[in-house]
Every structure is written in structure tokens, then in C-alpha cells.
């Protein structure tokens, strides 16, 4: 009931409105990992953005946003070199959370957390344990072990909450 409310009310933006809420989630999905630096709490800011940018801008611009974090953090030095290899994945993974909220997330939105975050943790999970198998034995392969595990999962469905929060607290606002 909320959400769809909510929802519709989010439709109804015009374009310059969209182009905002686009500049201003670009600006904080780059600056808060910079400053910020604690995956746990990076991770569940940027997928909690990633959800609102499907709710309000739509699709395409959730994804390109989707796409971008990867970018910056590994040419910012934020992101390990060793996982340089997982950024393909990492972008993966956020278009198929962002896919999976655009199709479901007006139906169920509380499964649609737990399949996105699922599906998200699985998809990189896999994919480092595949990457591991080809590179060399040492200490740069732990924070690729570690960082795509079950992190991923948590971060995932505590920013669909965050998202679901906020979009709460929105349609709040817009009833007074």
C-alpha cells in the first residue's frame, strides 16, 4: 500500500527532477566509499542507492549508477588491486540486483530484498571462487575470499532495508 504510493509518486518526476536525484546519488556513491572505507557500511550505502535509483530515476539510469562505483574505487586505489579482476562481476551483480528490484520490487518488496541480495552474493561468490582456483597461493587472494562472501549477501539485503526505509519515510512526508 505505502510502496505503491510511494511509487507512483516517484513515476510523476519530471526529468530535470530525475537529473538531480541522478547527480546526487553519482556524487555520494563516489564520495562516501572515499571517505567512509569500511565495506560493511559502503557496500549496504551503495546498494541502498543503487534500489532508491530504480524507484526514481528508473532502469537505465540504475544501472549506469550501478556501474559506476566499480570504476572509481578501482581507479581511485580504493579497491584492491588483486580485486581488479572481480570489477566485471562486481558490475554484474549490481545490474542483476537492479534488474531483479525493477521486475519484482513493486510485487513483494521483502522478498524481492532477499532474492536480490541472494542472487547479487551468489553471482560473486561464484565468481571469485572461480578466479581464486587461477591465481597464485598467497595473502592477496584472502581479501578477495573475504570481501565476496557472505558480506556481499548482508550488505545487499541491509540496503534494500535502508531503501525501504527511506522510501517509507518519503511517502510520509509527502502526506503532510
Known sequence: ?????????IDSLKIKEKIAIFSLLTILMVYLPAVIRFQPITGSLINMFLVLAVFTIGFRGAILLGIM???FALSSGLLPLPLALMVPFIITGNVILIAIYHYLGRKNFGATIVAA???KFLLLFASAS???SFLPE???ILPLISMMSWVQFLTAVSGGILAYLVLFFLKKLQKN
Open 117 to 119: 541480495a541472494f542472487a
Open 1 to 9: 500500500m505505502i510502496k505503491e504510493q510511494v511509487i507512483s509518486a
Open 130 to 132: 572461480l578466479l581464486i
Open 138 to 140: 598467497g595473502k592477496q
Open 69 to 71: 562505483p566499480s570504476f
